[in-house]
């Protein structure tokens, strides 16, 4: 099956501070999102981006899928951005989706 | 609308126990999908269930299994737990009919401890 690696898996950033995490894929994907999940376990859409440009007030997401690699920018971090961040996939010829092993943040005051 | 619900939100059972769990999908969604996410495996996909019938399996043993009602909504059993069962298991639904751009839907998860 596709494999879907993310980077850095741990990150820890000074509150204000700007990151970028990576989520690297194996085959070609039709569907791509970003999701936080917050401490309690609740997974939050973020983002759905196959390819292009996004933006959404202090986050952004950029796929450029002939590379097959997603970013996430997380600009000026609050302390409510920590949790694990995943990247999901769904590949041309599949139905189901393929998590990736997630980026744990965690802002600091 | 309302989001995804689970239930229950936690739950401990024994060994050789079984359990039921059970998932709303939002209004009008008809697709529902179960995860299970441990910290040594991650999330990995459990199966998929669209219109009563399962469209997707993931790979898990058979004591894993699921069905849909005509209502969208879902429920999965897990036979004869072990401990390595313990996890966070989640589900999410979607729209069907998006093609590529069907987008999931997260519940608040249902916390199994097997002891």
């Known amino acids: 099956g596709i494999q879907v690696e993310q980077s850095p898996p741990d990150l820890i950033l000074q509150e204000g501070a700007n990151s970028t995490l990576r989520c690297n894929f194996s085959?070609?994907?039709?569907?791509l999102q970003w999701f936080h999940q917050n401490p309690w376990g609740q997974l939050i859409n973020l983002f759905y981006?196959?390819?292009g440009t996004k933006q959404n007030g202090r986050l952004s997401a950029t796929t450029v899928a002939t590379e097959r690699y997603s970013l996430l920018y997380i600009s000026s971090s609050q302390t409510t951005d920590s949790g694990v961040y995943f990247c999901?996939?769904?590949?041309?010829?599949?139905?189901?989706?393929?998590f990736g092993t997630g980026t744990s943040l965690t802002v600091i005051p | 609308k309302a989001g995804v619900t689970q239930t229950p939100r936690y739950l401990i059972k024994t060994r050789g126990q079984q359990v039921t769990l059970s998932c709303s999908p939002i209004?009008?969604?008809?697709?529902v999908s179960w995860y299970q996410q441990t910290p040594g495996q991650g999330l990995q996909f459990l199966f998929e269930?669209?219109?009563?019938?399962?469209?997707n399996k993931g790979n898990f043993p058979g004591r894993f299994s699921g069905r849909q009602f005509s209502n969208s909504r879902s429920e999965m059993n897990v036979s004869t737990l072990e401990l390595g069962d313990s996890a966070l298991y989640l589900c999410?639904?979607?729209?069907?009919?998006?093609?590529?751009?069907?987008?999931?839907?997260f519940g608040p998860g249902t916390r199994l401890l097997v002891l």
């Open positions: 999410a639904s979607s729209l069907p009919g998006q093609g590529a751009r069907e987008t999931q839907y």
């Open positions: 085959d070609s994907v039709n569907n």
């Open positions: 981006i196959p390819s």
């Open positions: 999901a996939v769904r590949v041309l010829t599949g139905n189901q989706f393929y």
């Open positions: 209004s009008g969604h008809r697709s």
């Open positions: 269930y669209f219109s009563e019938t399962q469209r």
